[in-house]
C-alpha cells in the first residue's frame, strides 16, 4: 500500500465526517444558518478547535458573498487553504545531527497514549533506513510495558536494553546510552513510563531521566517527542503545553488516528505552541507510522469532491 493510501484508510472516519457536512452545502444558491452551523459541528467533532473553526467558517461567508452559489469543493478548498496556512512549517524533519551517537529519541506521554508500540514502530522504520537502533525499556512501572517492548524488540531483531520490575528508569536510561554510545549505534529510543501531566512528582521523574542522561551526553535527548493519543481531542491540547513547559518538547507523534474522527486535533496543538508533527499512527502494523507531511494529511482529510451539476 503507497504511503498515501496509508493517509487516506488512516484518516477515513475523519474524512466522512467532514464529507458529509461540505456535500449538504454543494451548490445551494444560498448557505442558510443551519448549514453554517452544520459545517461548524463538522469541523468541531473533528477537534480542529474553536479559532480555526471559526478561521474557516469566516472564510467560507465572505466567499459566500461573492458566489452564491458555492460547490462543496469551493468549500473544501477554502478549509484546505485555511488549514495550510496554520500548518505552514508543521513537518518535523529529523536530520541526524553530526557527532552524536547515539542520538537519543525520548517519547513521553500519558497512559495509553500508544508510547511502548510507537517505539517499537519507529525502530523499525529505522533499521528499514539502514539505521542501528537500540530500545531502551525505561517504562519500569508498568511490568506489561517492558514485556510488551520486548516482544516487538525479538518480532523485529532489534536490541533492547532494559530493567526488573520498579527499577530506577533514569538509570535504565544512563544504561541504554551507555551499551549504545559503545556499540556505535545511530539511534536510542526511550520508552517512558504514562504519566497523568497534572502530576508535578511524576514531571519530576521526566526531569530526573534528562538530569542523569545529560551527564553521559549535555545534549541529551536530542528529541523529546509528545505522543498523544489522537482520539483524546482537546485534552491532548493540555497535555501538550502541560509536558512541553516543564519537559520541553521538540516533537509530536500522534496515534490511533485509524480509529477516530478526530483528525484534527494535531492543528490546534500546533497552532497553539508551533512543535512540529514527525509521525502519525495509522494503524496496527509497523508501517503504519508514517512521516507526516501536510498534504497527504489534508487530502486525506478533505479529499477532492465530485463538481455539482
Not at 516482544?151 to 531483531?157: H, I, M
Not at 528529541?223 to 509536558?243: C, P, Y
Request: charged residues 25%.
Amino acid at each position: 500500500m503507497g504511503i498515501f493510501s496509508k493517509f487516506k484508510k488512516g484518516l477515513s472516519k475523519g474524512s466522512a465526517l467532514l464529507q458529509g457536512a461540505l456535500e449538504k452545502v454543494s451548490g445551494k444558491a444560498s448557505i442558510s444558518e443551519d448549514d453554517l452551523l452544520e459545517l461548524e459541528e463538522a469541523f468541531y467533532a473533528s477537534d480542529f478547535g474553536p479559532i480555526t473553526t471559526d478561521e474557516i467558517l469566516s472564510e467560507i461567508k465572505a466567499e459566500h458573498k461573492n458566489n452564491k452559489s458555492l460547490r462543496g469543493e469551493d468549500v473544501r478548498q477554502i478549509a484546505r487553504s485555511v488549514l495550510a496556512k496554520i500548518l505552514d512549517g508543521a513537518e518535523g524533519r529529523l536530520d541526524e545531527i553530526p557527532g552524536n551517537k547515539p542520538e537519543v529519541i525520548c517519547l513521553i506521554g500519558v497512559n495509553g497514549s500508544g508510547k511502548t508500540t510507537t517505539c517499537a514502530k519507529l525502530g523499525h522504520r529505522f533499521v528499514e533506513n539502514q539505521k542501528t537502533v537500540m530500545l531502551g525499556a525505561c517504562d519500569t512501572f508498568r511490568a506489561a510495558a517492558t514485556e510488551q517492548l520486548k516482544s516487538w524488540a525479538a518480532r523485529l531483531n532489534i536490541d533492547l536494553v532494559s530493567g526488573h520490575h520498579g527499577a530506577d528508569a533514569a538509570a535504565v536510561a544512563f544504561d541504554a546510552h551507555a551499551s549504545a554510545q559503545a556499540k556505535g549505534y545511530d539511534y536510542l529510543l526511550l520508552d517512558t513510563a504514562g504519566r497523568l501531566h497534572v502530576k508535578d512528582y511524576l514531571m519530576e521523574e521526566l526531569a530526573k531521566l534528562k538530569r542523569v542522561l545529560q551527564k553521559r551526553d549535555p545534549a541529551c535527548p536530542h528529541h523529546a517527542w509528545l505522543v498523544v493519543d489522537g482520539s483524546t481531542g482537546t485534552n491532548g491540547l493540555a497535555q501538550a503545553q502541560i509536558f512541553h513547559q516543564k519537559f520541553g518538547l521538540t516533537g509530536l507523534v500522534v496515534t490511533k488516528l485509524d480509529g477516530t474522527s478526530k483528525g484534527g486535533s494535531l492543528v490546534s496543538i500546533y497552532r497553539e505552541l508551533k512543535i512540529p508533527v514527525y509521525f502519525l499512527g495509522l494503524g496496527e502494523q509497523p508501517d503504519d507510522l508514517q512521516p507526516f507531511t501536510i498534504d497527504h494529511y489534508l487530502d486525506s482529510l478533505l479529499p477532492e469532491m465530485v463538481a455539482s451539476t
